[in-house]
């Protein structure tokens, strides 16, 4: 068991470098098929079934699928430990199926994991509460297993940029610190540095509240008109910020997905339109 597990780690790091859409850390969707784009899915197994339901992969070769934020949430073991790791274990088979129509991007729960480092999701400190979980599971193995999952997590892009001029990735820097950070992280081999405070994959995974300035500012850089993040709780399950953002979140009862097609254009107000509860997916 173990070692299965690890061998479908190597196999989805593998998957994420051979990825043919991407580029560097960005992966450039084309102007034909369709997307479907989930928030934040922090162990809730039910909601990634539903999104996996919905995309219905085998039967639509030319969808993408868009996940972020897998671990750190969802049921816990006897002991109180973060099973979450189970869920993305779920998303690495997802992705291995599908290579180049699956695509998990980077966030900050996962920049945690590889750098060990404490990050709070309510009140339990969910780095600590997951290792816990895995050294209790997989025992003389687990170091080898949590190694596996640092390296799976630290060959995820970092972005995605669709041909319809809209950006996903799990935040962007703050109003604060934009000034350091340097978008060529999207382009060069990965350090570890570069997902440590100030590093640009850190900036690009851990800020909030942006203002329409630098929205505006980021959508120049990246070329784009529009953005949807995960990273920012919502109770609702999507929230518009500013002329251009959407936040969308997929772990709780009220989360949801955004069904976009490709060789269309979209305003933040046909996004909003594009918008699915979860809980509508059997």
């Not at 809730?44 to 972020?68: G, M």
């Not at 950006?167 to 060069?188: A, C, G, I, M, T």
């Not at 570890?192 to 630098?214: C, F, I, M």
Request: net charge neutral; charged share 25%.
């Amino acid at each position: 068991m173990p070692q299965t597990i690890i061998d479908l780690l190597k196999k989805g790091v593998k998957a994420n470098n051979a990825d043919k859409f991407r580029q560097g850390n960005l992966i450039c969707l084309p102007a034909d098929g369709s997307l479907v784009v989930a928030g934040d899915i922090h162990g809730h197994q039910r909601n990634f079934e539903r999104i996996v339901t919905f995309a219905d992969l085998p039967n639509n070769p030319n969808r993408h699928v868009v996940l972020q934020e897998i671990i750190h949430g969802g049921p816990e073991d006897a002991e109180g430990g973060c099973l979450s790791y189970k869920v993305l274990f779920e998303a690495v088979r997802y992705k291995v199926a599908f290579p180049d129509q699956v695509h998990i991007i980077m966030a900050n729960h996962d920049t945690a994991h590889i750098t060990n480092s404490k990050v709070m999701k309510g009140d339990k400190e969910s780095n600590h509460s997951m290792r816990q979980a895995i050294d209790r599971e997989f025992q003389e193995n687990s170091e080898k297993v949590k190694l596996a999952i640092t390296q799976f997590l630290f060959s995820q892009p970092l972005a995605v940029r669709c041909d319809n001029r809209i950006w996903l990735s799990h935040s962007l820097p703050s109003d604060r610190l934009v000034n350091k950070f340097d978008k060529k992280v999207l382009e060069k081999s990965l350090k570890v540095n570069d997902v440590v405070r100030p590093g640009s994959a850190y900036l690009l995974t851990w800020g909030r509240k942006h203002s329409q300035e630098l929205l505006d500012k980021m959508a120049e850089s990246f070329d784009v008109d529009t953005f949807i993040l995960g990273h920012q709780p919502q109770t609702e399950g999507w929230n518009q910020v500013g002329k251009n953002l959407i936040i969308i979140a997929s772990d709780h009862s009220h989360g949801c997905l955004i069904s976009i097609e490709l060789e269309k254009s979209y305003t933040v107000e046909k996004l909003i339109e594009s918008i699915v509860p979860l809980a509508s997916i059997s």
